[in-house]
């Protein structure tokens, strides 16, 4: 069964510096998706990072990288220059489309809360 | 703008009711999803949907049915409300499963 794994449940950064989130699966499949979502205080759950497993270049967008080792089975999330808008619980999230028929999985981590601190 | 709304935001009720959740997306996407969220659980997927007539169960189906007669719907119900179902419950979508999800603003259910 697939498990996601997120070790920090609380960590904190000041302001402009980087921090980086980690978490970790286990899987038998070859072929899956990788997510990190942020869910603010609001409660609304948004995209953070998507990745691909078939794809070896970590995925990037703007402030926020992953280092994705496949091998390793390892998705972690790098904030750079981090913002007071960056407070958030954050997903790891692993999905493992059905292959013609088969169970649809979406196993989310059980978060880690993060505090920017001015 | 497409977006994705559920309703009601809170609901209170009583172990042993009838409770639906709606959530209705605007997106025209085939896929769409509930999850609850408790803590030190993460989310949990309960039900999905890749379209209409079509349901499918999650990791923590029990207790809960949905049904898909149109694109834009996927109601969830709990036939008979129980105590260990208070949570927040997650409506999302998507059209392609690889894509990322577009989640609802949640709803917060207790049942008491």
């Known amino acids: 069964a697939q498990t996601v794994t997120q070790s920090q449940p609380e960590m904190s950064v000041q302001e402009a510096e980087t921090v980086t989130l980690s978490c970790t699966y286990d899987?038998?499949?070859?072929?899956?998706?990788l997510f990190w979502y942020k869910q603010p205080p609001s409660r609304q759950m948004i995209l953070v990072i998507r990745?691909?497993?078939?794809?070896?270049q970590n995925a990037t967008e703007n402030r926020f990288s992953v280092n994705f080792q496949k091998a390793a089975k390892s998705f972690s999330l790098k904030i750079s220059d981090s913002q007071l808008g960056d407070t958030a619980m954050y997903f790891c999230?692993?999905?493992?489309?059905?292959?013609?028929?088969?169970?649809?999985?979406?196993?989310f981590g059980t978060g880690t809360r993060l505090k920017v601190l001015a | 703008d497409a977006e994705i709304t559920q309703s009601p935001r809170h609901k209170i009720t009583e172990t042993g009711r009838q409770v639906t959740l709606a959530c209705h997306q605007t997106?025209?996407?085939?896929?769409m999803f509930w999850y609850r969220q408790d803590l030190g659980h993460g989310l949990r997927l309960i039900h999905y949907?890749?379209?209409?007539?079509?349901?499918n169960k999650g990791e923590v189906s029990d207790g809960y049915s949905v049904s898909r007669s149109n694109t834009e719907d996927l109601p969830l119900t709990l036939e008979s409300a129980a105590s260990s179902q208070t949570s927040v419950y997650f409506c999302?979508?998507?059209?392609?499963?690889?894509?990322?999800?577009?989640f609802g603003p949640g709803t917060r259910l207790t049942v008491l």
């Open positions: 999302a979508s998507n059209d392609r499963l690889g894509d990322t999800q577009y």
């Open positions: 997106w025209n996407h085939n896929n």
């Open positions: 999230a692993f999905m493992k489309p059905p292959i013609t028929s088969g169970t649809y999985k979406y196993i």
């Open positions: 990745q691909e497993a078939y794809k070896q």
């Open positions: 949907s890749y379209g209409v007539q079509d349901t």
């Open positions: 899987t038998s499949e070859s072929n899956y998706y």
